[in-house]
Each structure stands twice: as structure tokens, then as C-alpha cells.
């Protein structure tokens, strides 16, 4: 990877964790997008609705890049869908307490990962109507159309600017990618309770291999993983 340039650190936010208005939450089921994320960027994107009604605080943040967790509720007939395990039912302030030595674990039927994601109109793409575009940071093997996302957003990584190239684009967004997983894999910044994993590359400019490191933080996470509020559909219910 090319060294940063010097206006681009590759940690955020302060390492005590999050600071208002930050977190900040939005839920939904994922939407088809733009369908580039995959095709030509090689960087799937899982859409959100953008509604001002349900998310309030949306109109009012600046266009750009954000990164935080997020928590899908993924089938049970999808290829990364993580058997729940047997735990009292969990509250907004109460996290069943477990670990994973190899996937991120949750509850309620819900798996929490790290992403990075964007709000605004991609200028390079010269959208015209605001969305909320999401790479979780995690390799699925298949789509998750309809299931279940939440986001809580930890922080602002830059602003939305325009390129004079794919290429550009492509390289800013793995950047974005690195300053996520490395400002996340901070205690106050990682969930309290629940293990999480996270692929963490070398140093920037070094000829190193990427390891998995598990984290368990200081972060209330409990939101992510509370029981979903959505109806079950049959095949759920029949555990197909």
C-alpha cells in the first residue's frame, strides 16, 4: 500500500472512545443500490433507506465517510449466518457475556462487524438523490437483500470529494477501510461484551501479512443486539 498522504492519519478519534454526536444509530432492512460497489469498484456496498422521518439526524451531518459497527440479522439459510447461541433474552443496557475464537458473536440472531460507510451523493458518480452506502468489513458469500442492518456510527473519517479517476476513488476507499479497523480496534472503542474481529494489515508502507486480532471493548454496543423489532418471516420461524 502507498504511504498516506499527510493529511490522511490512519487512527481518528480520541482513544477514550466516542464523542457526542457520535454514536449515532441507524436501522433498517438493506436495499438494492447503484449495483457499482461489486462491478466496478470490487468493494460491495449494502444499502440503507435514507428517510429524515426514521433518522432524523441525517439532514443535518456533513456529506462524507463514517465507520462504526454494524450488526446484521442474517437468515438462516445464508452462508454466514452464526448460530445464536442459548442466552437470557438481552436488554438495551444488558449484553449476554461470551467469546468466539474465530467469528464475531451476538445475539438474538444478530452478528456484529466493523464497517465503513458513506452518506452523500458520490460526486464522482454524480448522483442526485443523498444515500447511505455501507461496506462491511467482513467477506460474505452471498447477498443479503432484506435482512435486517443496524449501524452505530462511531465517527467521521473525511468529507465526499470528487475524483479524476476510478483508481483514486478505488485507493481512497481502502484507505478509509484501514483508518476504520485500526481507529476501531481500540478499547473504548470495540463493544463491551461481545467479541469482534478484525483483520488488521501492517503498517502503513510495510510488506506484512494481515492479522486477525479479537477484540472486546468498552463501547455499549447492546443496541446492535437486542431483539429484532421486524416480524419473522415463515421460513425463520421454522428455522429453514
Not at 443500490?33 to 435514507?50: C, D, H, Q, Y
Not at 483483520?199 to 510495510?206: C, K, T, V, W
Not at 486480532?213 to 455499549?220: C, I, K, N, S, T
Amino acid at each position: 500500500m502507498a504511504a498516506p498522504a499527510p493529511n490522511r492519519p490512519l487512527v481518528v478519534g480520541d482513544p477514550s472512545g466516542p464523542f457526542p454526536p457520535y454514536p449515532l444509530r441507524m436501522s433498517g432492512q438493506v436495499i438494492s443500490g447503484f449495483g457499482r460497489g461489486s462491478k466496478e469498484l470490487g468493494i460491495p456496498t449494502a444499502n440503507l433507506p435514507v428517510d429524515d422521518a426514521l433518522t432524523p439526524w441525517i439532514s443535518s451531518v456533513p456529506s462524507g465517510v463514517y465507520f462504526g459497527w454494524a450488526s446484521l440479522n442474517l437468515p438462516p439459510s445464508h452462508p454466514d449466518s452464526t448460530p445464536t447461541p442459548t442466552t437470557p433474552t438481552t436488554t438495551e443496557t444488558e449484553i449476554p457475556d461470551w467469546s468466539s475464537s474465530s467469528r464475531t458473536r451476538g445475539a438474538n440472531g444478530f452478528t456484529v462487524y466493523p464497517m465503513v460507510m458513506s452518506i452523500g451523493y458520490n460526486p464522482f458518480y454524480k448522483n442526485t438523490v443523498r444515500s447511505a452506502e455501507v461496506h462491511v468489513l467482513h467477506d460474505f458469500g452471498a447477498d443479503f437483500y432484506g435482512a435486517e442492518m443496524r449501524l452505530l456510527i462511531t465517527g467521521f473519517i473525511r468529507e465526499e470529494k470528487d475524483y479524476s479517476g476510478l483508481e483514486a476513488l478505488i485507493a481512497d476507499i481502502k484507505f478509509d477501510c484501514e483508518v476504520a479497523k485500526r481507529s476501531l480496534a481500540r478499547e473504548g472503542w470495540a463493544p463491551r461484551g461481545v467479541d469482534v474481529e478484525i483483520d488488521l494489515p501492517g503498517e502503513a508502507g510495510e510488506d506484512r501479512g494481515v492479522e486477525k486480532v479479537v477484540m472486546r471493548g468498552e463501547l455499549d454496543c447492546a443496541w446492535l443486539i437486542r431483539p429484532s423489532q421486524l416480524p419473522k418471516e415463515k421460513g425463520d420461524e421454522e428455522g429453514k
